[in-house]
């Protein structure tokens, strides 16, 4: 029998040794000051960013198709210009829907508003501010170059001012009001004024005059933005609001009306919210209501209507 090398173990030594059945866990390394990001809400503020970015692509392909020759064909760019139209009305839709998504499931979040106001910024901002230029303004040249980089600044500022209200302390009987245009409404009003001026277009009617309007009415719109003109966030208006039979034939022939006339009818809506503001401090308190809170007195706190507002409970400024 031949003697085992002290060096070399046993064979059955090391069949029998205990081998370690798995790897030791590796210790959570997640810092505490990592912000809570929830799926469903910022998937639609994704959605909006995601649309703003194709409609300015979009523009810049209608600006290329537009000056490939001697003179600007607004003709050939005018399917880009309806498509980016679209585009902007789509985040119009995701920007309302993450922050009634983040409000049902409760999940409001520092983050949700500044990847909000940060996708604003591009949808609302940039967006819509390119297109008023080259679809309409063109033919002010600087000038409408100048109102449009006036527009996207004023925007930008209003939404840094909701942002740093938002983060002030609320308290139970804090507004809901939005302080100044909301960016998302002016967005709306200049897509579907433009929107309204390519159906002109299409039938030959000459603007004239009214490119001077259009230019006065975007620089108005900047300046609502960052005035202090109370406007109605509707935020009380959810599933749970009480209403009667007659609100919703009117909504559902208000749909139908926007499906039939697709060109006027958003200008017109737009038109509406942005008159509404203007007007609503002579607008009695009763109609204020009826209009704007939710009816369901039990689990609405008082809100007073003329005063101070927070935004901090919306993901949308």
Not at 115 to 138: E, H, Q
Not at 253 to 261: A, G, N, P, Q, S
Not at 288 to 305: A, M, Q, S, Y
Request: glycine share 6%.
């Amino acid at each position: 029998m031949t003697e085992s090398h002290p060096l070399i173990p046993p064979i059955a030594r090391l069949r029998t040794r205990p081998f370690p059945r798995k790897l030791p866990r590796m210790a959570s390394t997640r810092d505490p000051d990592e912000p809570k990001i929830y799926f469903l809400p910022n998937l639609m503020t994704a959605g909006n960013l995601a649309c703003g970015f194709f409609a300015i692509l979009t523009i810049f392909n209608g600006i290329l198709v537009a000056s490939n020759g001697s003179e600007y064909n607004f003709a050939a760019a005018q399917p880009f210009y309806e498509k980016a139209i679209l585009l902007i009305f789509a985040s119009c839709i995701f920007d309302l829907l993450d922050g009634r998504l983040a409000r049902l499931g409760g999940k409001e979040s520092p983050f949700g508003r500044e990847f909000d106001s940060l996708a604003d910024v591009i949808s609302f901002g940039m967006a819509p501010s390119m297109l008023m230029a080259k679809a309409v303004l063109l033919p002010l040249d600087n000038v409408g170059w100048a109102l449009a980089c006036i527009y996207v600044l004023c925007g930008a500022i209003r939404l840094a001012r909701f942002n740093c209200i938002a983060a002030l302390p609320q308290s139970n009987k804090t507004n809901t009001d939005f302080r100044g245009l909301p960016i998302p409404m002016a967005a709306g009003f200049i897509s579907s004024l433009t929107y309204l001026v390519i159906y002109f277009n299409e039938t030959d009617r000459n603007l004239g005059a009214w490119k001077f309007v259009l230019a006065g009415a975007m620089f108005g719109l900047s300046m609502l933005m960052v005035s202090d003109v109370r406007y109605p966030s509707f935020k009380k208006v959810g599933w749970r609001t009480h209403t009667n039979p007659l609100v919703i034939v009117a909504a559902l022939v208000i749909l139908f009306m926007v499906v039939k006339y697709h060109y006027i009818m958003p200008a017109v809506l737009f038109s509406i919210y942005l008159i509404y503001g203007l007007i609503r401090p002579w607008v009695s308190q009763r109609w204020r209501k009826e209009i704007e809170v939710d009816g369901d007195e039990e689990n609405t706190p008082n809100i007073e209507l003329d005063s101070k507002p927070g935004e901090a409970t919306d993901q949308n400024p």
